[in-house]
DNA sequence: CGTTAGATTTCCT
DNA sequence: GGAAATCTAACGT
């Protein structure tokens, strides 16, 4: 079943959506402000772009679910590095995840962007998400939406403010209500109430 | 429609 | 050595 939002979007073109790159800037602050920002802008990879609605903050110190909490590593080095760039890893071995790394140099913080609403290149995203039954299940996850776009550990580390990965403000902001719920799939830290969603208003 | 088990490999202890 | 920021198919309701 496909939405009746995600019906208008398709029909429009594409660059009629997108708005400008995020700057620098906006990922130079801090993890939780970063992730709930996210919510509403456009996450654009070559062809295929989706609405971010789903995004969780990891934060630097005292979040023992997050990666950085064992120090820097040959994974986590980028997440200690300058914001508005791309940690990607592996989940379950299996699925590749995104995360936009927040805060100044030097300090830990990310965002993972848990789900999008397709709105551009939905047939290619379809033929890379073959199991999907439907359009809501191409980005509804994690690692669903990086097989959608494309995304995968060949994009560690890459800037998000050039290149065939951006994130953009959206032209004609739709609305939405925000609700705020604790992480999902982890153990430690669980309680923290750092997943924010966006909903769409028809 | 809701719940559950299994897949599969990287990373850190 | 074991846990892991998940997804999917298969089953039961």
């Not at 939002?5 to 029909?11: G, V």
Request: one cysteine or more.
């Amino acid at each position: 079943m496909r939405s009746g939002a995600a019906c208008c979007f398709r029909r429009r073109r594409a660059k009629d959506l997108f708005g400008d790159i995020l700057p620098r800037s906006f990922y130079n602050r801090d993890a939780v402000t970063v992730a709930r920002s996210l919510l509403g802008k456009i996450l654009v990879h070559e062809t295929c772009a989706g609405i971010i609605t789903e995004v969780e903050a990891y934060l630097g110190e005292g979040d023992l679910a997050a990666h950085t909490t064992a120090g820097i590593t040959d994974r986590t080095r980028v997440i200690f590095g300058a914001p508005g760039h791309a940690y990607v890893y592996l989940s379950y071995g299996m699925h590749e995840c995104l995360n936009v790394v927040a805060e100044a140099e030097g300090q830990a913080g990310c965002a993972l962007i848990r789900a999008l609403v397709p709105v551009a290149g939905v047939d290619l995203m379809r033929t890379r998400r073959p199991a999907s039954k439907t359009d809501r299940d191409l980005t509804s996850g994690p690692g669903k939406l990086t097989q959608a776009l494309g995304i995968n550990r060949s994009h560690y580390g890459a800037d998000l403010t050039q290149g065939p990965l951006t994130i953009r403000n959206q032209r004609n902001e739709a609305n939405f209500t925000f609700e705020v719920t604790p992480r999902i799939g982890i153990t430690k830290s669980a309680d923290l109430p750092l997943r924010f969603i966006a909903r769409i208003v028809p």
